[in-house]
């Protein structure tokens, strides 16, 4: 069920929302391969009206499941929005959708998670990676070192008249 309020409640006082929101109603599934959601998002949120438009802030908290760029480790994050502020407009070309004089958040929930994701999720600052194997001293072919093969190489490009 998505996280949806009365505006006509909000016409005495304001309305404090405190629940979690299941991940299948976010719609995060799929959107990056290296993140995954599997837990629910806890919100603690209030919500006021002013003159032209509903002001929402509180508290966003989300445990996401990542995988490491760097050394592929699985390890959790967990992406905590202390101070989530929207501002949501009932007039106007940005005006928010009102149906039977709800409105619903979950749009503006998934757009702020999905902005605040890490970009490359690491699972700690100082990871150094996959281990590398030792190298080995492969010698190319008809006995020619490797700076010889890929200096011919570029002569052989630099014969071509174009």
């Known amino acids: 069920m998505p996280l949806l309020f009365n505006v006509r409640h909000l016409e005495r006082k304001p309305l404090f929302l405190e629940?979690?929101?299941?991940?299948?109603?976010?719609?995060?599934?799929?959107?990056?391969?290296?993140?995954?959601?599997h837990q629910p998002l806890r919100y603690a949120l209030e919500v006021e009206r002013h003159e032209r438009s509903i002001l929402v802030h509180g508290r966003l908290e989300l445990h996401l499941q990542c995988e490491c760029v760097r050394c592929l480790r699985a390890f959790v994050q967990s992406l905590d929005l202390a101070d989530w502020t929207c501002l949501l407009p009932l007039e106007g070309d940005d005006k928010v959708l009102v149906s039977?004089?709800?409105?619903?958040?979950?749009?503006?929930?998934?757009?702020?998670?999905?902005?605040?994701?890490?970009?490359?999720?690491?699972?700690?600052?100082?990871?150094?990676?996959?281990?590398?194997?030792?190298?080995?001293?492969?010698?190319?072919?008809?006995?020619?070192?490797?700076?010889?093969e890929i200096s011919s190489a570029w002569a052989e490009l630099n014969k071509l008249k174009l």
């Open 100 to 148: 039977n004089d709800c409105v619903d958040l979950t749009p503006y929930l998934r757009e702020d998670i999905l902005l605040a994701f890490p970009r490359h999720p690491l699972c700690e600052s100082e990871c150094h990676g996959l281990p590398t194997a030792p190298r080995t001293s492969a010698k190319p072919p008809n006995g020619a070192s490797q700076s010889e």
């Open 19 to 37: 629940g979690e929101l299941p991940p299948a109603e976010l719609g995060l599934d799929g959107i990056d391969e290296l993140i995954q959601v």
